[in-house]
């Protein structure tokens, strides 16, 4: 099983600054890489797959890099919205999801 | 609009049996592969089971194989998920999910990610 590591846990920022969130895989899942993005009492909703490509009605300030085994989160201005618990998720060799990235309000 | 909508869920005593199912609208439903993944209380998401789109091929995580079961009616649109033998760390949240793909220009296929996801059905194993 490829396992899915996301760091860090919790992700303290102020509105308007820059988030990086990590995905580390345990082996190369090539760009078969998702993030998606969960608020309480809500289902998660994509918003990158192909580890760059943001989903539709996504908004441009989420963006997804990297290949392989390392893969980043950037939301470059965070908005009131987009504090929530993000999880990332490989699909390349079945389905694995990380445990989780909290962004919370500093 | 996609719509995917969760029922079924509910209190079941430990070694009991619940469907779910998961009507799904807005598209061609018989296309996609489908999933459910689920999400205990406080905790991360966790992939269950997947169905072709014919019905033809199932997959299901370990923790599952042999007790769960899933299915689909192409013809009501219609995910299914039979859950026997429950026990108390099958209580989660269930959500269906579809399988997401593309097409390059070279005409690849590329697919595996959630697109859409339901709301959720809790299903709470307890006596």
């Known amino acids: 099983e490829i396992v899915m590591t996301q760091s860090p846990a919790t992700l303290s920022v102020s509105p308007g600054e820059r988030a990086t969130l990590s995905c580390r895989a345990s082996?190369?899942?090539?760009?078969?890489l998702a993030w998606y993005q969960q608020k309480p009492g809500q289902a998660p909703r994509l918003l990158i797959y192909g580890a760059s490509t943001r989903a539709t009605g996504i908004p441009a300030r989420f963006s997804g890099s990297g290949s392989g085994t390392e893969f980043t989160l950037t939301i470059s201005s965070l908005q009131s919205e987009d504090f929530a618990v993000y999880y990332c998720q490989q699909y390349n060799n079945w389905w694995t999801f990380g445990q989780g990235t909290k962004v919370e309000i500093k | 609009e996609v719509q995917l909508v969760e029922s079924g869920g509910g209190l079941v005593q430990p070694g009991g049996s619940l469907r779910l199912s998961c009507a799904a609208s807005?598209?061609?439903?018989?296309?996609?592969?489908m999933h459910w993944v689920r999400q205990a209380p406080g905790k991360g998401l966790v992939w269950v089971s997947r169905i072709n789109s014919d019905g033809s091929s199932t997959s299901y995580a370990d923790s599952v194989k042999g007790r769960f079961t899933i299915s689909r009616d192409n013809a009501k649109n219609t995910l299914y998920l039979q859950m026997n033998s429950l026990r108390a760390e099958d209580t989660a949240v269930y959500y269906c999910?579809?399988?997401?793909?593309?097409?390059?220009?070279?005409?690849?296929?590329?697919?595996?990610?959630?697109?859409?996801w339901g709301q959720g059905t809790l299903v709470t194993v307890s006596s």
């Open positions: 082996q190369s899942v090539s760009s078969n």
């Open positions: 999910a579809r399988e997401g793909y593309y097409y390059d220009s070279s005409g690849y296929y590329y697919g595996g990610y959630f697109d859409y």
């Open positions: 807005g598209f061609t439903f018989s296309s996609y592969w």
